[in-house]
C-alpha cells in the first residue's frame, strides 16, 4: 500500500474542550508518523481558502467563524500532517462521518461532535478528504520548511533580498 499524506486539523471546539491529548492518542492508533505541527491564529483569509468549495452555502459565514475560533472564543486551531501507508483512509476511519449525528460512537466526531442549530457541523477534527485535497490543504496550512520531508516540489523566491523556499507553482498562495 502505498504511503500518503493528509492534513488534520483540531478545531478550536476540540482545544476549548482540552480534546488535543485524547485525539492525538486516537490517532496513535494508526502507527503513522507526524511529520509536522502547529498551532494555528487562523486569518479570515486562510479560512475562505481552506472552505471555498462551501462558498454558496448558507452555512458558509458561520463556518469561517468557527474555523476562525470566533464561536469559542479560541482563536486557534492546531495543524498536523501525518504520514504513512493510507493515511487518509485511516486518519478518515478514526474521524468518522462528518455529520456527527451519523458517525460511529466509538469515532472522534461520534464522541465530541454536534450539530449547531444553524446547521454547522461543530466535529472537532477536520481530515483531508483524497489525495487533491490532501495536497491542496498541506500547501495552504504549512509552508516547506515546516515539514521534516519534502512532499512537493519547491523552488527558491527571493523577497527584499531574503531567500525562501516556497511550493513550486502553488496556486493556493501569492508570495509578494
Request: charged fraction near 30%.
Amino acid at each position: 500500500m502505498p504511503n500518503t499524506k493528509t492534513l488534520v486539523l483540531i478545531k478550536p471546539d476540540g482545544l476549548s474542550k482540552s480534546l488535543t491529548g485524547n485525539i492525538i492518542t486516537r490517532f496513535s492508533e494508526t502507527r503513522l508518523e507526524i511529520i509536522a505541527a502547529k498551532i494555528v491564529r487562523v486569518s479570515r483569509e486562510l479560512a475562505e481558502k481552506h472552505y471555498e468549495a462551501h462558498k454558496d452555502k448558507p452555512f458558509y459565514s458561520e463556518l469561517i467563524d468557527y474555523i476562525m475560533g470566533k464561536l469559542h472564543k479560541r482563536h486557534k486551531v492546531m495543524a498536523l500532517i501525518y504520514y504513512g501507508e493510507n493515511a487518509i483512509e485511516k486518519i478518515r476511519a478514526i474521524c468518522g462521518k462528518t455529520n456527527p449525528e451519523e458517525a460511529d460512537p466509538e469515532t472522534i466526531r461520534g464522541q465530541y461532535g454536534r450539530i449547531l442549530t444553524s446547521g454547522v457541523f461543530e466535529n472537532v477534527v477536520h481530515a483531508s478528504d483524497s489525495i487533491e485535497s490532501a495536497e491542496r490543504e498541506i500547501k495552504l496550512w504549512f509552508e516547506p520548511d515546516e515539514i521534516i520531508y519534502d512532499l512537493y516540489p519547491t523552488e527558491i523566491k527571493v523577497f527584499m533580498n531574503y531567500k525562501k523556499r516556497v511550493w513550486k507553482d502553488d496556486p493556493y498562495r501569492k508570495y509578494t
